[in-house]
């Protein structure tokens, strides 16, 4: 059994779907992980991690429209209001989606869908250095 750790830092543009999957699956096969789980988790309360298609481009365009209507940006809506228009909104956002997945590795590869990728769901209008913390656990 072993244990590994990596910080996978991601620079932002402002709100949008930042797709990091080849960056898990590059760090699987240079660890040579054979079987075990991997914990992604993300350091930050205004972004979210996200399994989601990664062949159309209009779901992320349709995901990213959806979530500004669920939790739009007008700062009479709510008290904290600290950071801008965009600061509420982001930490629901992060609450309705995932700070942590757990994904099975098998035989060196990440068992993900055919049409899955994994995303850095970014909440926030202004550029962002984001980190990720991926934890292995297995063989």
Do not use: C
């Not at 205004?46 to 739009?72: C, G, H, W």
């Not at 909104?89 to 993900?112: F, M």
């Amino acid at each position: 059994m072993k244990q590994e750790f990596f910080n996978l830092e991601i620079r932002t543009k402002g709100q949008d779907l930042y797709e990091f999957t080849d960056q898990v699956i590059l760090w699987i096969r240079n660890n040579n992980f054979k079987n075990g789980i991997l914990n992604l988790s993300i350091q930050h309360t205004s972004a979210s991690l996200i399994v989601q298609e990664n062949a159309d481009p209009d779901v992320r365009t349709d995901l990213m429209n959806y979530f500004d209507k669920l939790a739009p940006m007008n700062n009479q809506l709510y008290t904290h209001t600290t950071e801008g228009k965009d600061d509420m909104p982001a930490h629901i956002k992060s609450t309705l989606t995932n700070n942590q997945i757990s994904l099975s590795v098998k035989d060196n590869n990440l068992l993900l869908g055919t049409w899955q990728g994994l995303y850095l769901f970014e909440h926030r209008l202004e550029f962002q250095n984001r980190n990720i913390i991926l934890h292995f656990i297995g063989e």
